[in-house]
DNA sequence: TCACTTATCTAACGATCGGTAGGAAATTGG
DNA sequence: CCAATTTCCTACCGATCGTTAGATAAGTGA
């Protein structure tokens, strides 16, 4: 079946390579000769398989979410909330300060700013993110709803509150932060939590 | 005194100007066209007044330290540690969310990731967070010392995690987040503040 | 008025950006 | 062995990057 010349990489090695340049420099960071290089192939080779930069990074993303970030949907299949919660905390702080990759998320650091030509890739990492989100929030509806939470508990509220943690720990480790400190972020968010409902708004 | 030609623009509005561009764009994201165009002056003129890009960039930083960014140092200068979290998180909020400047805050999203030509100027910015932290933690200490805070309280710990929260504001406010849902998480953090010590390692 | 200083502008610099033509090399099917 | 197909590489594309040379204009001090 296979005709023509055989391709001399593989194309998911070489992805995870592109991956970790996106990781650690973002989307405007990462050159294509930073690529290339790194991913051990030429330019048209990159071209050939996976049509441009922008291509590229969306199935780096892709694959981002499905291996380093898979954490994060795991987490949110966790029977009790409190489980949800904990190894979001958890596996966050181990999976931003990671040995074995760049420090923090893709998610946040692959283009929180940019300039125009790569507002796309910014738009779609706000999109992540707020998917992200709504996925907490649908979790934390349905504990509401099961009597996990206290009554007047706002989905939405906690969804925004646990994300914005999570990204704080993201930027503290793109920052250098080691794991044992964002470890103690996330212990000091569980002390706390569920934080109470407002009563002013009840 | 003054001689030679006279300028013809005023130097503070032009770098309030090109601190706008590095605030909603980035440093990377940021080209020169981009700056000279909002400063209203050539490339030249820019050269010749602020030396060069990354010269352009730590005075537009400074600014933003002194003017928008200065509430940070008079939230600490509060009377009560309850006071400077309070301010701390509202005004924070208020100010990833101002609606006369770009959203999110210039010392995270300056240049969270970058390639390699841009990575003394991340440094710059990782620095400026530690150094906030750093403060932050001893106010903590200041207050612990005080009676302020439960005794085993960690002053490195609570730094971190209020930093960790302001950054992840900062993070949802560049991502379009509302200034509303922005003061949620604010009040949410605020509702649960100060976490207990960690009993376990007392 | 005339040197001196500084700011202004147009026009360009070399380097790098993302992206591609075009031909040689390696495989499959006939 | 030969066409067809696909990947390989070298070399190059135009555009943009940050930065500057060089000439002109507008002030000050003597």
Known sequence: MAMGRPREFDVDKALDLALQVFWSKGYEGASIADLTETMGITKPSLYSAFGNKEELFRKALDRYVDGPGGYFQVA?????????????????????????????????????????????????????????????????????????LPQGSDAA????????????????????????????????????????PDLATV
Chains 1, 2 share one sequence.
């Open 76 to 148: 949110l299949a966790k029977p009790t909330i409190r489980a949800v919660v904990e190894h979001l905390l958890y596996e966050s702080a181990d999976a931003v300060t990671g040995p074995d990759h760049p420090p923090g998320c893709l998610a946040v650091q692959g283009a929180l700013t940019c300039g125009d030509a790569a507002e796309s890739i910014k738009q779609e990492l706000v999109s992540r993110r707020a998917k992200g989100e709504q996925d907490l929030r649908e979790r934390f509806e349905r504990a509401i709803a099961e009597g996990e």
């Open 157 to 196: 509220d906690l969804a925004a509150y646990l994300s914005a943690i999570l990204q704080g720990m993201a930027v503290q480790a793109a920052g250098g932060t080691t794991r044992e400190q964002v470890r103690k972020i996330a212990e000091m968010a569980l002390r706390t939590w569920p934080p109470p």
